[in-house]
């Protein structure tokens, strides 16, 4: 039996309170601002942002006045738990691979955190009225809502004062506005003072909450009717549909099993007497139920495409984590859509999410804790495609493993540079990589572009600058290109045309890491006839100089 306090019992006014949340926020507000210098945050100063942030808010949203001793408890170790996951992100952030994701789970695992302990989780555990939870969901959302809209509004307010105030030369305003600290005073007290106004009135929250559920509600109807649409014409194309959309259907799959989470959750509501009467509701909302499962499970068939196609990474990793969690949210729904058959079905589906809720809350907190590095699993299916044959040499991403797993990845990548042919060759060009490449623009080998290279005159120099340039831009010489000498600008620096099939650009080598600069004008004409390696190139006086291609002119001249 519960012991929790019933909705009601959370009404009562308490007139402080909005004094005390806008002092609250507001001293929050000035103690990021002084933490923030607006340069990267160091991992000691992320911590004490994160713990002032989640600490704050915690204490904001579930302070009771007559029971504020568990509130200060909930509210400092939440701000510790997301301080030294926030230090953890900031400090490790280049040595563990995707630290974001860890900080979003700590993020996901607060927000859970917070409706169950504000219903009395921690005294009563599974035990805990299901009523109470979701009254405390919804009013949270909503009061939070509407303090941030305040929050706005209180700006463009102040915007307004301003120019009033400007017509007649007072200023104040402006020279706060431009003060760090006033930003955050100011938004933090507006947030605040709205927070504690709404949350002195969650009898009229309560009341908004219905509204809300019923506007929600209203979108079950097409999301049902395109659920059915898909899994018809899913399962009468043998699933080809799904193969030829892997690179969108995994997110795509996962919102849609989320909307049918919140709209079936929007339409049974938190017991049996406040769950829509509407004959076509109930059934909608039966049907959405028993959607998440094969969402879920589409999305998980989704991914194992694209694993099976590229392997492992951290970002697939995490992909699959909210895939197994939203599988066994589709597991429990469709075993309580058995158990409860057509009346009983709702309460199994809310006892279901209570359970999923919690279990949830600690996964997402495991999951932030440093205790996984998803890079050095990662980097491990990666080269065990590669040893397998999985993937050519050529086509193997080096550029991931030098900076997409981390600390893991890059040691995995001075392995294969060790081995001998070409896999140590391109393995060793990617670790001297200085920068990221694009996805595609990867650095070619050298061997490579100097066989589609001709320089012109044949100076062995020149070639080796623009070799140099190439290996790192290689996109820039695809197929075939001809650099074209013309000679040393002012600043000593040699300069090139840098001619393919679109025309020429021209550059400056000699810059920094071997790179070169753009210098204009160029040309992007397209040749008349087919361009090649064995193109006939010619600078010609004019009285200006201008290039031309099988005796056609390129562009403007080159002067």
Known sequence: MSTAPAPEDLLEDWEPRPFVLAALLAGGGLGLCFLFDGSDPQPLAGAGAAFIFFGALAAAFALDPRNWKPVAIFALALGAIMAGIAWHVLRFEEAYAGRH??????????????????????????????????FHVWTDAISGAGALAFTGLSWLMLFLLDGLLGLVGINLIEDLTRQGWFVWM??????????????????????????????????AVPLALALVVFLVALLASGGQ??????????????????????????????????????????????????????????????????????????????????????????????????????????AHLRRANLNLASATCVLALILALPLW??????????????????????????????????????????RLGEREGEVGRLARAAAEQIERPWRGMEPAPRDDISARLRVQPDDPELRREVLDFLTIESWRCAKACIALDLGRNAAGRREIALIEGYGFERF?????????????????????????????????????????????RIGMPVD
């Open 373 to 414: 590095d998803f890079g050095a699993i990662s980097a491990r299916n990666q080269i065990a495609r590669l040893d397998a044959g999985r993937v050519s040499v050529e086509a193997f991403d080096y550029s991931a493993l030098r900076w997409d797993f981390g600390d893991a990845g890059r040691r995995a990548l001075a």
């Open 186 to 219: 100011w938004s933090g007290g507006a947030f605040g003072t709205a927070l504690g106004v709404l949350r002195n009135n969650l009898k009229i929250i309560g009341s908004l909450q219905n509204v809300v559920l019923i506007v929600l509600s209203l979108l």
């Open 508 to 552: 400056a080598l000699g810059g920094p890491d071997g790179r070169a600069d753009p210098v204009f004008p160029g040309a992007r004409d397209e040749p008349e006839t087919p361009f090649d390696i064995s193109a006939k190139v010619e600078l010609r006086e004019e009285p200006r100089r201008s290039i031309y291609i099988n005796g056609r």
């Open 241 to 346: 549909a799904l193969w030829d959309a892997t690179d969108s259907a995994t997110p795509v799959l996962l919102a849609c099993a989320v909307g049918c989470f919140v709209l079936t959750n929007a339409i049974m509501r938190d017991d049996d007497v406040a769950t829509s009467r509407s004959r076509i509701l109930r059934p909608v909302a039966m049907v959405l139920a028993a959607g998440v499962l094969p969402l879920s499970i589409f999305a998980a068939v989704s991914m194992g495409i694209r694993m099976n196609q590229h392997g492992l990474t951290p970002e697939r990793i995490w992909a699959l984590i909210c895939i197994a969690v939203a599988v066994a949210y589709g597991l429990a729904y469709a075993v309580g859509l058995a158990r409860g058959r057509r009346l009983g079905w709702a």
């Open 101 to 134: 994701f860890a900080f979003a789970a700590g993020v996901f695992a607060s927000v859970i955190a917070l409706p169950l302990f504000q219903a009395g989780f921690h005294r009563t555990g599974l035990n805990t009225d299901y009523k109470l939870t979701h």
